[in-house]
Every structure is written in C-alpha cells, then in structure tokens.
C-alpha cells in the first residue's frame, strides 16, 4: 500500500480489493489506512479463488502445460511444467487486476439480478 500511496500521487480514494486474509485485518494495517483516508478495501468473500492472482497464474500454467498434454508417465508431465516454468521465467510477466470500479458494479447488479431470479 506504500507503493501505491507513492504510484498514486493525485487526492483521490483508492479502492482495493483485498482477500479475507487476516493481516489486512490487523490492527497495524488497519491504524495506517486511518492516517491516509484515500484507500478503501473492499474485501472478496470466503473462498473466493478467482480473484486470487496465485489461483490464475496455476491456471494458465494448467492450460499451458497440462491440460492439452498427453503424458506417459509422471516424470513426463513434471518435465512439461518445468519447461512452461523456464519460458516463463524468460519472459515474465506480471499479472494485474485493472478493471474499472464501474464495470466491477455493473458485473455485480448484473449477477445480484440473476441470483434473486433463482429463488
């Protein structure tokens, strides 16, 4: 949050989105982002893997090297992801959240319509 304070240098709030994990939660962190009123976090509920960059990046790794493979053997299959692991680690890239606080509202009207729907 250091970093983004810096990167960040205009008034305006900035919205987080956070998981439940409970060092965002602790009383140090939460006595800082008192000091600088402009960040909120919005935290993602309780198993909430899709917004986890770890379970994404697994993912591709998933698509990349295993999923379209056909492997004889499990020495076979670790040689795969070792060879997505070194292209990888070549060319690496990171991987960031952007979307925008309004296309994130309407996703979430969009899918609060369809759950009131089902009941």
Same mark, same amino acid.
């Given at each position: 949050? @250091?970093?983004?304070?810096?990167?960040?240098?205009?008034?305006?709030?900035?919205? !987080?989105?956070?998981?439940?994990?409970? +060092?965002?939660?602790?009383?140090?962190?939460?006595?800082?982002?008192?000091?600088?009123? @402009?960040?909120?976090?919005?935290?993602?509920?309780?198993?909430?893997?899709?917004?986890?960059?770890?379970?994404?990046?697994?993912?591709?790794?998933?698509?990349?090297?295993? +999923?379209?493979?056909?492997?004889?053997?499990?020495?076979?299959?670790?040689?795969?992801?070792? *060879?997505?692991?070194?292209?990888?680690?070549?060319?690496?890239?990171?991987? !960031?959240?952007?979307?925008?606080?309004?296309?994130? !509202?309407?996703?979430? *009207?969009?899918? *609060?319509?369809?759950?009131?729907?089902?009941?």
């Amino acid at each position: 949050m @250091r970093h983004l304070d810096c990167e960040f240098l205009a008034p305006q709030c900035l919205h !987080l989105i956070v998981d439940n994990d409970a +060092r965002h939660k602790h009383p140090c962190v939460k006595r800082w982002l008192e000091k600088p009123p @402009r960040f909120q976090l919005h935290f993602t509920p309780t198993s909430a893997s899709w917004t986890d960059l770890v379970e994404r990046w697994f993912r591709e790794l998933t698509d990349k090297a295993i +999923r379209r493979g056909t492997f004889v053997s499990v020495p076979d299959l670790i040689a795969s992801i070792e *060879k997505n692991l070194q292209s990888h680690k070549m060319e690496p890239k990171p991987f !960031l959240w952007t979307a925008s606080v309004d296309s994130i !509202l309407a996703k979430r *009207k969009k899918l *609060k319509a369809v759950y009131e729907t089902l009941h």
